[in-house]
């Protein structure tokens, strides 16, 4: 923790290969800009979570070309294909020492700045992690604290941190009201946006 209260990273997890979409799915169109930079952009705009690392591992050299990342570190997880858990241990590893980290996904675009900001209300001495709650279903993003970021190396095959959060003491944050948590996983989907 530093004086100014602890260092929250966050994490963008982009490396998948879009196996349903049929293309790469980080660079698919969206209102004129590739879908990943909505996600990159609303993680770089809340200023209290530094240091950003977007994970990246399908076609990772043509996303990096195509997609603005700012001052957001790239890190190309060379095991993509294990699944979500390379991607997320990846991730938080570029991280550093934090305290914190906030766990987004590149392929949900309308994950608000707020909606990032509002997992931050949390307290330690409470809380392990804070899931974010959409009319009571579980989405992202979520923060972990360091407790919950060690035991990222427990994590293996196309799993977040789901299953590790039982038994821990999780803060649900209720955001329904302000963010559509669509994620884009066909082109169907993409075209109804």
Known sequence: MSEDG?????????????TRFGATKQLAPLRGRPLLSYAVEAMLAVPAVWPVAVVLGHDADEIRHRVEFHDATVVVCDAWREGQSA??????????EVDAAVVTLGDQPFITQQVIAGVLDYDEAVHDAVRTLYFGEPGHPVLLTRRLLARAGDLRGDVGFRDLLLGWRVRRFEAGRLADPADIDTQEELARL
């Open 87 to 96: 991607s997320l241990r990846a991730g938080i590893e570029a991280l550093g």
């Open 6 to 18: 602890p260092v929250i990273g966050g994490v963008v997890l982009a490396a998948g290969g879009g």
